[in-house]
């Protein structure tokens, strides 16, 4: 064991209700306000010396937990897991670093604590997915990662490797059979970017419900100083690369979609695309037939498309769909299926051929699907959960770290930019897209980097308190 090992001491739970300025699509979902899940995790070590480490993620009902049940019912159930989790954590005997101490809560209490929840719930409610576990876990594991940084008075980033970690990768990961990859040896430091980059480019989504021109007008919009229409944004921030949401179920609209923004892109000297289906596609045809179209028609639309994004349903052992087809034609990345580096080696094995890493699915899962991912020779990017506040800090600092294949999706600052006008003050350039831009250089400090002491927010009333 290491000196530097630590166990958790207290957890307080707050929610923070933000509301957005305009609608955002998830699939056949809309999404108007979130429950922002924000964990202060209290670690101590060896020799009772304690700190406090920070952890937020956004409870995105409508990606994390798609249904047809009230959207109501869906969040107070992942609120009431979150309550969960903080007891969890607080009373959890583990030691060690936080990767340790990550997956060995993934592995030991996640599954049961999700399972007492789903019979608490009763037989006739809908039970909560693991994807939506994974969700409310990531806040807490977020702010153990952030305690021990904060112990150690070190960027938590340079711990990852053999001076901090008692157990290296091959304790964790296991390499596609016949890859010839092996971890013995090696820490998650050798698949990490050094140093990482200080700026990244930034994804602007493009919502199933976002205005793309004039045409789109209905006086209803808000005048809140920002951008509406698609041509805005482009010329305020710089943009250089649009994600574009579309339906995958209707290929019409989504060719159109795709041709309409792609004109946009072109018009305003944007320079990267990539589609996003949102798990409802159930056949590869549907995706090969969009893009074979789009060669023949749109040549220079269809060069624009970076990678495509997770066209199939997240659920991958239960629909385990080849997906050679497509991604010979483009870079295919799961997102919502990839919860862990077991399940990124199963779709590898399908034919998908990158990685959309998320903080939401917790720092600890992230950085081993990294590991795994890029000693297979997938591709990586970091995807956002349209992450405000203290969410947007571990979130690009991932992104930093990882080398994605083009930058990092950012964009709280479209759909609810007010509420992270605290932490913009602080850091401002990490709220505020510049010349197609996120700037990382205020991050400084212990843990993450926060600065949170220097940050004038007030959280509400505690949730909970372990």
Known sequence: MMDSDITTAGVDLYFIGVRTRVPLKFGPETLTSVICARACVTATDAQGQRAQGWGETPLSVQWAWPSNIAYQERCEAMQLFCKMLAEAWAKFDGRGHPIELGNAFIETQLPGLLERLNDERGEQAEPMPYLAALVCCSAFDVAVHDAYGRLLRRDVYSTYNAEFMNTGLAGFLEPAAGSGVSFEGKYPAAFLESPPAERLPAWHLVGGKDLLDESELTG??????????????????????????LRGNDAAWDYERLVKVGHIATEYGVLWLTSDFNCTVTEPEYVNDILDRLIVEHPRIYQMILYVEQPFAYDLEKNQIDVHSVSARKPLFMDESAHDWKLISLGRSLGWTGVALKTCKTQTGAILSLCWAKAHGMTLMVQDLTNPMLAQIPHVLLAAHAGTIMGVETNAMQFYPAASAPEEAVHPGLYRRRDGLVDLTTIKGP????????????????AANF
Do not use: H
């Not at 843990?447 to 505690?462: A, C, H, N, Q, W």
């Open 220 to 245: 209803d919009e808000p005048d809140d100083g920002y951008p509406v229409l698609l041509g805005d944004w482009i010329e305020r921030d710089g943009l250089m690369c649009l994600k574009v949401k």
């Open 447 to 462: 843990g993450f980097g926060y600065r949170v002491d220097e940050i004038k927010r007030t959280l509400p009333e505690s």
